[in-house]
């Protein structure tokens, strides 16, 4: 396929797929649920956390995960006692439990005490490291250095040891893009959406192979680079607006003419 047919085809399928309509049923509906700033983090942050799965089980979880804090999700963070934060004992996402939310909840309070917000963080760090792949091994460092259960470290995944950062990424993705279009929200300004990589996984890596955006068979992170070099083709400046596109057309089966 030539480089504008290419093109042309990306964007009807962005223009397809990055719209409110696509948010109800996806994870990015729980930090929807939200109007104000640190709100969004917390929940965005929590329901990237699970994302992976059946996505009606992610978006019920993600659900669930807010209305134990109270739908107050900052708040909570915050200020939860400890009798409050065991009412997430029994929680289960595949192989994320309560105990790993718990752990989750207090290095996000650490965090939030050491940088004022996870926003407060994000947006200073990238200032000082200019780079996303730096920003994601610092915040894993970070994120961790509070005491915490060495099971719950297989749920933020190292860049440092080659992951893809899936949903990390997306994580990215949701606060930093601002389109217009009411998806994404925006938040970050200091971040640069041209600085963001795609948020790689099965769907939009099948669906970037058959489209010869990529070549590595492994999704992993050099994939994550191949791909987001390859998008950068068309928009520098907001090459992860594709991905709702790949995504979207992955799962829906659509296939290259």
């Known amino acids: 396929m030539e480089h504008g047919e290419l093109f042309e085809l990306l964007e009807g399928l962005y223009d397809r797929y990055n719209r409110p309509e696509f948010i109800a049923d996806d994870p990015v509906s729980v930090p929807h649920g939200f109007t104000e700033r640190e709100d969004i983090e917390i929940a965005g942050f929590l329901a990237a956390t699970i994302a992976w799965g059946a996505r009606p089980v992610i978006v019920r979880n993600g659900r669930r995960m807010m209305h134990c804090m109270d739908d107050a999700p900052a708040a909570f963070v915050r200020s939860a006692s400890e009798r409050e934060l065991h009412r997430f004992a029994g929680f289960v996402h595949r192989t994320f439990n309560g105990g790993d939310l718990l752990d989750f909840i207090r290095a996000l309070r650490g965090l939030c005490e050491r940088f004022g917000s996870l926003g407060g963080y994000f947006e200073s760090r990238y200032r000082e490291l200019g780079s996303i792949p730096a920003l994601l091994a610092d915040f894993r460092r970070e994120f961790f250095a509070c ?111």
């Open 147 to 257: 005491d915490h259960a060495p099971r719950c470290e297989k749920h933020l995944s190292s860049v440092e040891r080659g992951a893809a950062c899936k949903r990390l990424n997306m994580f990215l993705r949701w606060m930093v893009r601002r389109d217009g279009r009411g998806v994404d929200f925006g938040l970050w300004p200091s971040i640069p959406m041209s600085a963001l990589y795609l948020p790689l996984d099965l769907h939009s890596g099948n669906m970037a192979r058959e489209l010869g955006l990529l070549n590595r068979r492994q999704n992993d992170w050099r994939a994550v680079e191949e791909v987001t070099a390859a998008l950068r083709r068309f928009h520098a400046e907001d090459p992860v607006r594709y991905d709702f596109a790949l995504f979207g057309a992955g799962i829906s089966g659509m296939h290259k003419p």
